[in-house]
């Protein structure tokens, strides 16, 4: 205990004491010399309770070792202040997150070193953030929900109406087919949601983009021959890696290129460009088709958002989360009638 204490440091105890927010002093050791009525009220202990421990006897078990660490580094001079988010137990043993301001101090004549901390308590703050994330996954739940109940209606509301037609006016050829069709719709809309739900182990390799993009255009060959549609891939680069999952960004590219193939019906030309800089690649996917309106662009990536008619929206979402994943974006462009731009951006592997 500081036995003797000059005029400047009984004002410097006064302030402490009638500070509204948690304030202490310790030694080096992290032993508690002060404590004022604020900090007492946080932790439900008295000031003299307080006295018999150190501040990692009440610091929560798994923040204790980097506590310690983070002290240490003002102990020994290597800084002169800390900020840290950590945990206390309370006296009645529940969890309290404090944001911990400490500086190293010198109060009497000894020239002795000591270490203020102002403390302030952060669980409500904390009980309202974790209320928030909650609401906001509540609400993307419901509008999942209300995406899934929309999608699946209209081709089961289809069906019930042709079921009722062949009871009326007897079996057609062509009712058939529209009933197929659209429990086709059904198993399409069922199967991305399926995709969306399952969690995916992401396999993380060094792999040729330029490769990769060339395989895709392989194979997506076909169907834009069917759809009138050429596929042009050009590209001054022989090789550059990404650290990617392989299936999940051929996944997204396969999808992008299919919208591009979609967006010309009366066929037309697809064309990827690829271009690096330093530290990362842009791949580009160009199409002259129908173009996207302004107002429907800033939602590309929604839950059941498309501008396609037989879309569901989940295919760009799902290549938006992936892009993401890898430490990527996707950014489109699109002017009506004239066509749209999609740029993926990757970093590239050491």
Request: glycine share 6%; with cysteine; proline share 3%.
């Amino acid at each position: 205990m500081i036995t003797e204490i000059n005029s400047d440091a009984l004002f410097f105890a006064t302030a402490l004491q009638h500070a509204p927010i948690g304030m202490a002093l310790t030694s080096p050791t992290g032993k508690w010399l002060r404590a004022n009525r604020s900090l007492c009220d946080i932790l439900g202990y008295s000031e003299e309770e307080l006295m018999n421990c150190t501040f990692q006897d009440i610091t929560h078990p798994d923040d204790i070792k980097k506590s310690l660490e983070e002290f240490q580094q003002i102990v020994e001079g290597k800084a002169c202040t800390l900020q840290v988010k950590k945990r206390y137990v309370h006296k009645d043993g529940h969890t309290i997150w404090v944001l911990v301001h400490a500086s190293r101090v010198v109060i009497d004549d000894s020239g002795a070193a000591y270490f203020i901390a102002q403390i302030q308590d952060l669980t409500e703050r904390k009980k309202a953030e974790e209320l928030l994330h909650h609401s906001d996954k509540l609400s993307l739940a419901g509008q999942l929900a209300a995406g899934i109940a929309h999608e699946i209606r209209n081709p089961l509301t289809a069906i019930r109406g042709f079921l009722q037609l062949m009871k009326t006016e007897g079996v057609k050829p062509n009712y058939f087919e529209i009933v197929f069709s659209e429990f086709q719709r059904i198993e399409l809309i069922l199967a991305e949601l399926l995709i969306l739900a399952k969690p995916h182990e992401t396999r993380m390799q060094r792999k040729d983009i330029v490769h990769l993009l060339r395989y895709i255009v392989t194979l997506m060959g076909s169907q834009a021959l069917m759809s009138n549609v050429l596929i042009r891939f050009t590209s001054d680069l022989r090789t550059l890696y990404v650290l990617c999952d392989e299936n999940q960004m051929k996944q997204v590219f396969i999808n992008i290129l299919k919208n591009a193939i979609d967006a010309m019906p009366d066929g037309g030309e697809a064309r990827i460009e690829i271009q690096a800089s330093e530290k990362e690649v842009q791949i580009v996917v160009i199409d002259h088709g129908c173009g996207i309106p302004p107002d429907k662009l800033m939602q590309i990536g929604q839950p059941f958002f498309t501008s396609k008619k037989q879309g569901t929206g989940l295919g760009m979402m799902m290549s938006f989360k992936i892009i993401e994943n890898h430490g990527g974006s996707i950014h489109i462009e699109s002017v009506v009638k004239q066509g749209t731009t999609v740029k993926v951006l990757l970093p590239i592997a050491c």
